[in-house]
């Protein structure tokens, strides 16, 4: 009770602006009654794995959509993120000769942040876009009104993905997304009978981005009362300074597994700002995880206005990433991406390479570009190449 007062009275940025906060009330009610879709006994068993990592003795993959659409939630597309999410883990496991954690950015990934709160065209300013669990894409007063209802759409897209997910995946699969869309996490919270812990319903491991990691936050506050494996995305402002201090207010204790850093610092910059984060953080909280985000560092439009990233910037930030732990004797923890199981265009690069040109034939993300399944593949093959060297 005392926490989710405290959530609701700390500043929450990124929240959409919902016309009718008795419907919203209605709606987080509603979340609460429903059935939790992980267990506490599931994140605790991520939890065992990510210590490991951080141990130096695992490896993580987590990647997927970087907006999970409505639409998608079928077996087919999802199917195949986890299909690649499997091969990467198996050729780099092979070439790490260490067991990989798998995570998807799966089963809750419909809610985004997002750097104007509008979008104009030829005129009209309209909400933009926040993610399924908010509103529609179609550039309408209508669908881009946000409407608490779809918070329930997204419950229930999440639901249908994890049945199936622990049908064809097994135990050893794990969901992640964006802690963002507050009465959504709020609203799956639960207490474990057995511990009267207090503990995230929504998905095994929660981050916060980049946007919403403020030390006084709601999104930090609400991550400190449960105990899910949590995520901290990190871009190239962050400060050693920061990065502490969110430790110290999330992990007071030094909990091996429940502290996953994502940096996403760019490829040009990430060899100069990572070096002091990880000397301060390695000597005050050894038992973290880094994880590098080569994705969202190096994102930029194409010269006919897609937004697009080159494959050889994202592999530059993990062969960054790589030689700034190996310097300072540090596990490099994992990857994280956005990624599909198709063969969209919306990256430029790779070996069967994806033009400027070509961009606009498969290209399908709802939000920020995803590697497809070829540049995937080539890049584990490249970072496990780059491991045994
Ligand atoms: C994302 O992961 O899609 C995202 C918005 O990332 P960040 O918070 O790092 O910008
Ligand atoms: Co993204």
Redesign the pocket.
Same mark, same amino acid.
């Given at each position: 009770m005392m926490r989710s007062h405290a959530v609701l009275d700390s500043p929450a940025a990124q929240q959409p602006e919902w016309p009718d906060p008795c419907a919203l009330r209605d709606v987080v009610d509603e979340l609460a009654g429903q059935p939790p879709l992980v267990s506490p006994r599931e994140c605790d068993r991520l939890l065992a794995k990510l210590a490991s990592v951080a141990a130096g003795e695992a490896f993580l993959i987590q990647g997927g959509d970087?907006?999970e659409t409505f639409a998608e939630a079928v077996p087919a597309t999802y199917g195949g993120k986890v299909r690649v999410l499997r091969q990467m883990a198996g050729v780099l496991g092979a070439s790490m000769r260490l067991p990989v954690v798998t995570v998807g %950015?799966i089963a809750g990934q419909y809610g =985004?942040?997002r750097s104007s709160a509008t979008e104009t065209r030829g005129g009209t300013v309209l909400p933009s876009y926040r993610g399924d669990a908010v509103n529609g894409m179609d550039f309408s007063a209508q669908e881009r009104t946000p409407d608490p209802r779809r918070l329930l759409q997204a419950y229930r897209a999440a639901s249908d993905t994890l049945m199936w997910l622990r049908d064809f995946a097994g135990e050893e699969f794990f969901t992640s997304h964006?802690a963002l869309l507050l009465p959504y996490e709020m609203g799956l919270s639960r207490t474990d009978f057995l511990t009267g812990r207090r503990f995230g319903s929504s998905g095994h491991m929660l981050w916060i *981005?980049? %946007?919403?990691r403020s030390l006084d936050g709601a999104h930090v506050e609400f991550a400190a009362g449960v105990c899910n494996p949590i995520g901290v =995305?990190l *871009?190239p402002t962050a400060s050693p300074a920061d990065v502490l201090a969110l430790i110290e207010r999330l992990d007071p204790d030094r909990q091996p597994g429940r502290i996953t850093l994502?940096t %996403?610092m760019s490829a040009g910059k990430i060899r100069d700002v990572l070096p002091p984060l990880v000397e301060e953080v390695t000597a005050n909280a050894p038992a973290v995880t880094w994880v590098c @985000?080569p994705?969202?560092g190096n994102t930029f439009s194409s010269p006919s206005g897609y937004k697009t990233r080159r494959f050889d910037d994202v592999l530059d930030e993990v062969v960054g990433f790589f030689e700034v732990h190996r310097a300072l004797g540090t596990h490099p923890g994992g990857l994280h991406l956005?990624l599909s199981g198709e063969a969209v265009t919306e990256c430029v690069g790779g070996s069967l390479p994806v033009t400027m040109e070509s961009l606009g034939q498969r290209y399908e993300t709802a939000? @920020?570009p995803r590697l497809n399944r070829d540049q995937a593949l080539e890049l584990a093959v490249a970072v496990g190449k780059l491991t045994r060297s």
């Open positions: 970087c907006a %950015r =985004k942040p964006e *981005g980049e %946007r919403t =995305k *871009g994502i %996403r @985000d994705m969202h956005e939000c @920020d």
